[in-house]
């Protein structure tokens, strides 16, 4: 009737060949109890017993149940449940012996229940408690990248749970599932979840919060997940909900929906709450709270994608604005490597001296055409859904190959080149202070400043692309005036740090980007933890697999500095505002529009789009970081390791003082 996922409860002074254990539930015509499988015994018959298998079990023991456990909820409430006892499948002492009946030799006179299902749609998921365990099918549009967070109560262990984020529709409603999927005993399923595919999970349980209005869905002991490929013969195929969900699934358009999906970056929820809460009587707090200075060790003790939130007090002494991520070439990396964290106390730099990852994309870049993905792909899936009895649509041949051309909103935001003139230049370095930028960068400068003077500039004829991709060509950002902002205090500090933490320029995969059907098969080895099965030579560099496009092709990051209250150490981080609609990032923000100052982005991590103006250029936004000066902020902060040396570090929110509450 249900299946856990298989628990591994090995220690080190403890001696077992096998450490495993897995609890089943089995029910005849006069109710439920539970099943265990010991040991030696898991390897050989986990993953044999599946829902709906039917069982004849001999030489078996009866043992008094662990109470201390979670249990599935029946989805029918009238069929009894013996707790009390359990029973326990052993390789010995007795041994036990186990037949699993093909369903053609099942007698009627056995009376056996049938394997029921409690599906929900969308539209229904707002009416149920939170704790409420239910089953749900549904088209997916969105999958992140698997991560890991530390067990509760070991957390200087190194205990991982293993999870990925997931958003699902089933036509019932404008808003998706969004669901939390740990990893379910099932890696060939766990980590094959792409964009276009059908996906069914089991046992999922509601998960509400009063900070936030939207409700998930988390996968508990038993969830078991179904993807394109493992439908046939399941038991829930003839129930009603999945019949409709089928149904709708044949009114779609691949390349409409294709359009909608996603995959991968940074993601987050639920949305962080308005008033930041911090536990100070038992010392314990669900983020907690960290000095500037202990984020070195926390960086070093960062694993293999995991992800960690934390917080930390300080000022916010700088700001820049980038087009998009990128990879940057400097001392001590190549071009296509990430440069590991830095600890230094920089000196400044001059404009003309930064990296060409930081340099704008030149006007007129070509853009990328996307194919769709077949219909046929998804006619197989119906087909297998329709395995019950009903005829499966096969898929239209016209629509085979559609070309998906990336498109802007209505509103266009025209990027306007500008030049740093001699004038200028010397105007930046007054205000500065008298830099410490050595010769030979000032005459590269005002070299570069001269030739520019020489060349006509039309204001209208620079619309640069950000598209996530960088030429090494073009101005740089830094040689923008407005694209940079700085405090008051922060020129006569930044020299004095003990420690800068810096991580080099935006990860590509730290940003969702489009699903490319053709290339699913890259795309989803980028986000997963690891392969199911090994297999040789299937691994492509970034030279050979596709190029990233990401969700907001208009979209663009800022860089903010983050000053410790010691003005000992500082930390940069990246603060990515939601942009579109397409964005898996939107679903569960507030919509209540703000005024599109830079702390107000950072307090609801989302820029507001005008009904006339539409999105502000950044540089707006950006003439509007002095409110930030000298303002005492709590951050939160989301670090994750992509892997070896790369790290990033994200702005989840920014709060006032006024809005931390000490209980």
């Known amino acids: 009737m249900h299946k856990a996922r298989l628990r591994f409860y090995g220690k080190p002074d403890k001696k077992f060949d096998v450490p495993y254990q897995a609890y089943f539930e089995v029910a005849d015509q006069t109710g439920m109890m539970s ?28 043992k008094q149940s662990y109470q201390q456990r979670t249990r599935p909820r029946p989805a029918d409430p009238l069929m009894p449940s013996f707790t009390a006892i359990e029973i326990c499948l052993n390789q010995r002492d ?30 229904e998921l707002e009416g149920f408690p939170h704790n409420h365990t239910c089953d749900i099918i549904g088209l997916v549009l969105f999958v992140g990248r698997c991560e890991r967070v530390r067990t509760k109560g ?9 999870y990925r984020w997931v958003h699902v529709v089933d036509g019932t409603s404008d808003q998706p599932f969004i669901l939390e999927i740990f990893s379910t005993s099932q890696p060939d399923i766990f980590d094959s979840i792409h964009p276009m595919t059908y996906l069914v999970c089991t046992q999922m349980r509601v998960c509400r919060n009063a900070s936030h209005t939207v409700p998930y869905l988390t996968s508990s002991n038993e969830t078991q997940i179904f993807i394109t490929g493992h439908h046939k013969g399941q038991p829930y195929l003839s129930d009603p909900r999945v019949k409709s969900f089928i149904q709708w699934t044949k009114t779609q358009s691949d390349a409409e929906v294709l359009k909608k999906t996603s995959i991968g970056g940074h993601y987050y929820f639920p949305p962080s709450p308005p008033v930041f809460t911090q536990t100070i009587r038992d010392g314990t707090a669900p983020i907690p709270m960290i000095a500037t200075k202990e984020l070195e060790r926390e960086i070093e003790t960062l694993h293999y994608r995991e992800h960690k939130r934390l917080a930390v007090q300080g000022l916010i002494t700088a700001v820049q604005y980038v087009l998009g991520p990128g990879e940057e070439s400097g001392p001590g990396h190549t071009a296509g490597q990430a440069p590991a964290a830095t600890t230094t106390s920089p000196e400044p730099v001059s404009p003309s ?23 046929e792909t998804r006619g197989v899936s119906l087909k297998e859904l329709d395995s019950s009895g009903q005829g499966g649509k096969s898929g239209d041949p016209s629509r085979a190959d559609v070309a998906h051309k990336r498109t802007r909103g209505p509103h266009k935001r025209v990027a306007k080149r500008r030049y740093l003139t001699r004038a200028a230049a010397q105007a930046r370095r007054e205000a500065q202070g008298g830099s410490q930028i050595d010769e030979d960068q000032q005459e590269g400068t005002s070299s570069d400043s001269e030739a520019e003077e020489d060349r006509e500039t039309p204001e209208d004829d620079a619309e640069t692309p950000r598209t996530g991709s960088h030429s090494p060509e073009g101005p740089s950002l830094g040689d923008v005036p407005s694209s940079l902002w700085e405090s008051g205090i922060w020129p006569s500090l930044k020299g004095q740090l003990v420690e800068h933490f810096r991580f080099g320029p935006l990860h590509r995969e730290s940003v969702p980007q489009k699903f490319d059907y053709e290339h699913k098969d890259v795309m989803m080895q980028r986000n997963s933890f690891h392969p199911s099965q090994w297999e040789p030579d299937v691994f492509l560099g970034e030279q050979d697999g596709p190029q990233y496009s990401a ?13 410790g209250l010691n003005h000992q150490a500082a930390i940069d981080a990246w603060f990515v505002p ?33 009904e006339q103006s539409g999105f502000p250029e950044p540089g707006e936004i950006l003439n509007t970081a002095p409110d930030l000066d000298n303002m005492h902020v709590i951050c939160l902060l989301d670090l994750y390791r992509l892997g070896g040396q790369k790290v990033e570090v994200f702005i989840n929110k920014v709060y006032k003082m006024s809005d931390a509450v000490l209980v």
């Not at 070991?154 to 293993?162: C, G, I, V």
């Not at 969700?551 to 000053?563: A, F, M, P, Q």
Request: charged content about 20%; aromatic content about 10%; overall charge neutral.
């Open 578 to 610: 939601v942009m579109s609609p397409q964005d898996p990032r939107a679903v569960g923000l507030p919509t209540d529009p703000h005024d599109n100052r830079l702390f107000s982005c950072l307090t609801s991590g989302l820029v507001c789009s005008g």
């Open 35 to 62: 099943l265990v499988l010991w040991n030696s015994m898991c390897p050989d018959w986990y993953q044999r017993f599946t829902v709906g298998s039917v069982l004849h079990l001999q030489s078996y023991a009866l």
């Open 551 to 563: 969700v907001d092709d208009e979209g663009y990051y800022y860089k903010v500095t983050i000053l």
């Open 94 to 123: 007795p041994s036990a012996v186990i037949h699993i009946i093909p369903p053609k030799d099942v007698q009627p006179h056995w009376k056996l229940p049938d394997v029921t299902y409690h599906f929900i749609t969308r539209s």
């Open 353 to 375: 001296a930064q990296s060409p990852a930081h340099r704008a994309q030149p006007a007129g870049a070509p853009e990328t055409e996307r194919r769709s993905c077949r219909s």
């Open 154 to 162: 070991a957390p200087d262990l190194e205990r991982f749970w293993t």
